[in-house]
């Protein structure tokens, strides 16, 4: 019998269903997959509330990347007690989030604050980094990591069991219809390590996919082809716009006209569509591709 996978929902801004982080229970506590950020935190303790449950009972968080919406409460939760597991290369930002931070408010400036909450240094006695395809046991739990960059290059997905924790190299997924999106924020998205982590999350062999936006899903072979597809239609979006090199701004009003249009003819309702722009804004995405494009593809075009 498989063990019990409880969604959280971290009602980020308000709205449901965006970010959650996944709890699993065990004798002395339990595991969180996801932080979320520290504007949560409160929804975080709601939350955990029904399971009588409260931080300090968290034992273990396990990280799929350091972004804020998914690691941002992470030194608060080490402060409650729990051990934080993560990819290497994300350890240094996670010891100190300075630079993390200065980046993350060029981007959002004054929003900061109100989207993303404090984001405290973790202890570095908290910390614990794996590598590829190692086995992460907590209390009878036993974890897999597989390292599996294209959003990020500090990013792991976790296979338990039969159900493969997607971050977001398995895209953004919001409950309803099936629409799978690519988040390409920079500055490391890279398309062609994106299809190569595709690849890796297929050969788990997983029979459900619990993206971190947001929810589980039993239809892994099809979500898979989803967001093959977006891989695909993303990479024709970038060689029909960005040969000419167009400012950002320019990109990002034809990406997020193009996101709309793609989110409509799939299925998805216009009041959904502010849902998926909080789990991932489409603006964010524009930096992300002229940067890769520039460094990695105006050699070859």
Request: aromatic share 8%; with cysteine.
């Amino acid at each position: 019998m498989s063990t019990e996978i409880y969604t959280l929902d971290l009602n980020f801004q308000g709205i449901p269903q965006v970010i959650a982080s996944y709890l699993i229970k065990h004798p002395h506590g339990a595991v969180l997959i996801e932080s979320g950020p520290g504007s949560t935190i409160e929804a975080l303790k709601a939350a955990l509330k029904p399971f009588d449950l409260t931080p300090t009972d968290i034992t273990d968080v396990l990280l799929t990347h350091i972004h804020l919406d998914h690691a941002g409460a992470s030194g608060w939760l080490a402060r409650q007690g729990a051990r934080i597991h993560l990819h290497p290369n994300g350890v240094a930002h996670m010891l100190n989030p300075e630079k993390l931070i200065g980046s993350a408010t060029r981007i959002y400036g004054d929003m900061m604050q109100q989207l993303w909450g404090e984001f405290l240094p973790v202890p570095a006695d908290a910390l614990i980094a794996h590598h590829d395809n190692e086995e992460v046991a907590i209390e009878g739990l036993r974890f897999c990591t597989l390292d599996t960059p294209g959003h990020a290059d500090h990013h792991f997905a976790y296979l338990f069991e039969d159900t493969l924790f997607t971050g977001d190299v398995g895209g953004v997924r919001l409950p309803g219809p099936l629409h799978v999106r690519v988040p390409m924020p920079p500055p490391e998205f890279h398309l062609e390590k994106w299809r190569d982590s595709l690849k890796r999350l297929r050969s788990a062999r997983p029979q459900r996919l619990a993206p971190t936006h947001f929810g589980i899903y039993d239809d892994a072979e099809r979500h898979f082809a989803a967001l093959e597809r977006g891989l695909d239609e993303v990479e024709a979006f970038m060689c029909e716009v960005l040969p000419a090199d167009p400012p950002v701004p320019v990109i990002s009003d034809r990406f997020m006209a193009w996101t709309e249009e793609h989110s409509l003819e799939q299925g998805v309702p216009r009041e959904a569509l502010p849902p998926y722009e909080a789990a991932n804004p489409s603006w964010m995405s524009a930096t992300g591709m002229q940067r890769y494009w520039r460094k990695y593809r105006t050699t070859t075009n």
